[in-house]
């Protein structure tokens, strides 16, 4: 059963689900008993329920379990740029100096900065890909020793060592091949008529470079690494590279994107989590919405405050989406909701990723499909496609952010072991070293206090959140979080007005959201509270201070496109205040509001 439920006074949506979680860590080799955990953690149809971030159930318990041993067990160590390719169009010179600044960054030898000769376009010809790209890059590993050639026998890649396991694209090297309508493979016939076609992400044909030229065209090649527990398994002796692209709609974004990683490793990754589900539970399209309702999970069992929307329209305009780190929706064609306002809130470090079949049709277009446009608004590491895969042929997201988030690999890892094929539409961009959780919660937590550093509160919160799954007293994790060092954070005292809002303690609540309001920075954030906060004395008073928090909206967010819900919670009130003339004023500017965009009308 899928319900939305409305906070009093109907203000922004808060979500309720109890999606069926599905394991898909499908390793290929036996893993230590946080495997087992997280096996039986992803089998259990138990029912959850949260408000906004709360799950709750004996499968949480279990998640919460495997992040603990996972943590145990975790090696702190990151891969240096010795084991990176870059490759840079030597036709623009804006592509050069993305290649300088990421091996600059990462400490990439020069002997593996590669330079070709690529078209300019974002799409290639099969031709231009085969004679410009792939033999001269092959080559090129092959004479600087990054690729050891070697006979092992049938079904193995030609390659008998290899010291590097990740390939940067950077910005100007072609985003697609052209699908050959001439071309002739073995077994074609067998194919289904959408699968007979050799237009794919240039990512996804070069990640078999280790196999020589001899890796097939039309459809799809099953991935060896998909699923799987043993980093070291996705190496290109096995058959495939680890590829990437530092790119978007512009050379300065692409080098932005591991400035913004490095940044991210350095103070940790820390925020929200944002899921746009559709609440289908059978059909066709199912198992994309268990992707997504059971990344939720996932997230929330890493502690972090976690929404889930199950209605079938994305994330409006007026959702206050705030510190965003993770965000997985679907399914708009083009950008929608929160990531079309010149602002959005995400988090050095981010994560972004909308399923879409066209999503990265184009990388440079900051104002259609997804992936630009959320490279464009600050996003660090996403995927996309830029063709039709269909819905098999996508990336499962929540086999990605198991392997980022609980087995703490490199996105580079954690992007190929959740593509179920290669040779086909995915193009993966960020850079492919970063690692957000190489250390662990209280060594990040440590570190950041030692610097003075405020964001040690999101390790705070973090620590709430898992113990609340872990299924600890709620009375006792508030007090944690009221007396941490950090009390004063404006996310610790978020989440403690949150909390005294379940216990009914609206007094105390809205003291709390009020002082949140005096420490915040965060527009999205503030947002949030002023509707938590016209809620908290709506229901205990007085009315004026109800009246004062919605009335801070509509003077403050003048351009907010939620203000009709504004007027309707702040009417009331004012009526009840006996305010004739605001009640009056109030009622004319609602009735004047213009009709909500739409994505059709929106420009």
């Known amino acids: ?27 290929h080799e036996p893993f230590h008993f946080a495997f087992f955990i997280m096996n039986k953690a ?26 603990t041993l996972l943590d145990l067990n975790s090696a702190e160590v990151r891969e240096t740029g010795s084991t990176v390719a870059v490759v840079y169009n030597k036709q623009m010179a804006e592509s050069k100096a993305v290649a300088d600044h990421y091996a600059k960054a990462r400490a990439v030898p020069a002997s593996q900065v590669i330079g070709l000769d690529l078209p300019t376009t974002e799409t290639m010809t099969r031709k231009d890909f085969i004679e410009q790209l792939e033999q001269p890059l092959h080559k090129a590993f092959l004479d600087g020793k990054m690729f050891v050639a070697g006979d092992r026998g049938p079904g193995r890649p030609p390659l008998s060592q290899a010291s590097i396991r990740y390939l940067a694209l950077c910005f100007g090297v072609p985003l697609k ?26 990512d996804a044909q070069l990640a078999l470079l280790p196999w020589a030229g001899k890796a097939p065209w039309l459809g799809i090649v099953p991935n060896p690494g998909y699923g799987v527990t043993n980093d070291m398994f996705l190496h290109p002796t096995n058959g495939f590279l680890l590829v990437s692209r530092l790119d978007g709609p512009t050379a300065a974004i692409a080098k932005g994107l591991v400035d913004k990683a490095i940044e991210a490793e350095t103070n940790g990754l820390w925020g929200r989590a944002y899921f746009d589900a559709r609440g289908i539970t059978n059909g066709p399209y199912a198992q994309g919405d268990s992707w997504i309702s059971r990344s939720a999970f996932l997230a929330q069992a890493a502690g972090l405050e976690t929404v889930l929307d199950e209605q079938e329209a994305v994330f409006g305009l007026d959702y206050p989406m705030s510190h965003i780190a993770f965000y997985a929706g679907w399914y708009s064609q083009d950008v929608w909701g929160p990531f079309i306002l010149p602002k959005v809130e995400f988090m050095p470090g981010a994560f972004g990723y909308h399923l879409h079949s066209f999503s990265a049709q184009s990388l440079r277009d900051p104002s259609t499909r997804w992936v630009a446009p959320l490279l464009a608004k600050g996003v660090t590491i996403t995927m996309g496609c830029v063709d039709e895969p ?25 992007a190929y072991a959740c593509q179920e094929f290669l040779s086909w539409q995915t193009t993966v961009v960020g850079d492919p070293l970063y690692t957000p ?36 007293d709620k009375n006792r994790a508030l007090r944690f979080l009221q007396q941490s060092a950090n009390r004063h954070h404006p996310v610790i005292l978020e989440k403690s007005g949150d909390m005294l809002m ?6 105390l609540a809205a003291e709390t959201y009020e002082d949140v309001l005096k420490r915040s920075d965060s527009p999205m954030q503030r ?43 702040i009417i009331p009130i004012a009526r009840r205040l006996g305010k004739r003339d605001d009640e009056q004023r109030l009622t004319r500017e609602l009735n004047a509001l213009p009709p909500q965009p739409t994505p059709a009308t929106f420009k």
């Open 502 to 507: 379940e216990q009914k303690r609206y007094n």
């Open 177 to 202: 091949v052209e699908n050959d309508p001439d071309l002739k493979e073995p077994g074609m016939e067998k194919m289904p008529d959408g699968m007979r076609r050799s237009g794919c992400a240039v």
């Open 390 to 414: 269909f819905l098999a042929g996508t990336p499962d997201v929540h086999a990605f952010l198991g392997r980022l988030i609980a087995f703490r690999t490199s996105f580079g890892e954690a």
């Open 42 to 67: 992803c089998s259990r149809p138990e029912p959850a329920s949260f408000r906004l971030s709360t799950l709750s159930g004996t499968g949480m318990w279990f998640l919460f379990m495997a992040f």
């Open 527 to 569: 947002l949030r509270v002023l509707f938590s906060l016209g809620e908290a004395r709506s229901l205990y008073g007085p009315d004026q201070k109800a009246f004062e928090a919605y009335q801070s909206i509509l003077r403050d967010y003048p351009d907010y496109h939620g203000r009709k819900k504004v007027y309707e919670n």
């Open 1 to 27: 059963m899928t319900t939305t439920t409305t906070l009093p006074n109907g203000s922004y949506p808060q979500v309720s689900s109890s999606p069926t979680m599905a394991c898909a860590f499908n390793g």
């Open 437 to 472: 959780f190489w250390r662990q919660t209280a060594e990040a937590e440590q570190d950041l206090m030692a610097r003075t550093n405020s964001l040690a509160a999101w390790a705070n919160l973090m620590e709430a959140n898992q113990n609340i799954v872990r299924g600890a």
